[in-house]
């Protein structure tokens, strides 16, 4: 019998990558996104008979309900992997020259959309043998990212609710793990400058020219070899290991630098 995995964010990116991927495996794929157009494509090229589709809003727990109950009608009433990857990063810059609402707007995809899918899914999993959620989480969920605070401080949040909830949730065999990627050529990388004279530190040109941008099928083999190797923190590529191990061993390392990347590019 086919595996099923439920991924957001399935338009693009990582999302997009993962539904391909697992698909290859023989996977049952349902695709949600915000973007209907993005998942028609997607559905298109794994083929009507291995995915579905439906348009959801994270933050909207009425467009939740509608996605659980198609998802649930294809799959027969089970999932085995709730890959947890909606997220934004519309606008990099000094936190005060971003407008609050939109401050609010990251927070609620990136974490509240995230506490939405675990409520509403979590049925549906407890139904289901060995089932898993994958948060997506980053690299930046473990070092700061000056000039993309609210985004980090949301996968800090990610990375604190995976770690209680793989607690809680064991109580029904179901494990709770997350993804941690470094730079990764995905819709990320367009967000907005907003901060005035900001010397395009995270942008893609500036970026290629001091770090490695990861595809997103990298990614997508990462949460392939999670769902079977089942460890907690998940990080890809040399440069986010290394950045990982040294906040851990020797953060004040990692806080000069920051400090400096941040003296230098945000004037």
Same mark, same amino acid.
């Given at each position: 019998m086919s595996k099923s995995i439920f991924i957001t964010g399935a338009a693009s990116g990582i999302g997009k990558a993962t539904a391909l991927f697992f698909a290859r495996q023989g996977w049952k794929v349902g695709l949600f996104d915000i /973007?209907? +157009?993005?998942?028609?494509?997607v559905a298109k090229e794994i083929g009507h008979n291995s995915?579905? @589709?439906?348009?959801? +809003?994270?933050?909207?727990?009425?467009?939740?309900?509608n996605a659980i109950n198609a998802f649930s009608e294809y799959t027969s009433g089970t999932c085995d992997l709730f890959f /947890? /990857?909606? &997220?934004?990063a519309a606008h990099t810059?000094?936190?005060? +020259?971003?407008?609050?609402?939109? *401050?609010?707007?990251?927070v609620n995809i $990136?974490? $509240?959309?995230?506490? $939405?899918?675990? @409520? !509403?899914?979590? %049925?549906?999993?407890?139904?289901?043998?060995?089932?898993?959620?994958? $948060?997506? &989480? !980053?690299?930046? !969920? #473990?070092? %700061?990212?000056?000039? *993309?605070?609210? @985004? !980090? *401080?949301t996968k800090f949040a990610i990375r604190g609710l995976t770690e209680s909830l793989n607690i809680e949730f064991s109580n029904y065999g179901i494990k709770v793990s997350e993804v941690n990627p470094w730079f990764t050529e995905t819709?990320?990388?367009d967000a907005e400058q907003v901060t005035n004279n900001m010397d395009g530190v995270l942008t893609r040109a500036t970026i290629r020219k001091i770090s490695t941008i990861h595809s997103p099928e990298k990614v997508a083999k990462k949460v392939f070899s999670i769902y079977h190797r089942r460890a907690i923190h998940n990080v890809i590529? #040399?440069?986010g290991n290394i950045s990982v191990f040294v906040m851990r061993y020797c953060p004040a390392i990692i806080r000069r630098m920051s400090r400096k990347m941040y003296s230098d590019y945000f004037s």
């Open positions: /973007n209907e +157009d993005g998942l028609k494509e995915s579905m @589709y439906k348009k959801l +809003d994270v933050t909207n727990l009425d467009d939740w309900t /947890n /990857n909606a &997220g934004i810059g000094r936190i005060e +020259d971003i407008p609050i609402n939109e *401050a609010h707007n990251v $990136n974490l $509240n959309g995230v506490i $939405n899918g675990i @409520y !509403s899914i979590l %049925p549906l999993l407890k139904k289901t043998k060995k089932s898993m959620i994958i $948060n997506t &989480g !980053s690299v930046g !969920s #473990f070092i %700061p990212v000056p000039g *993309a605070a609210i @985004y !980090s *401080a819709p990320i990388l590529g #040399f440069m």
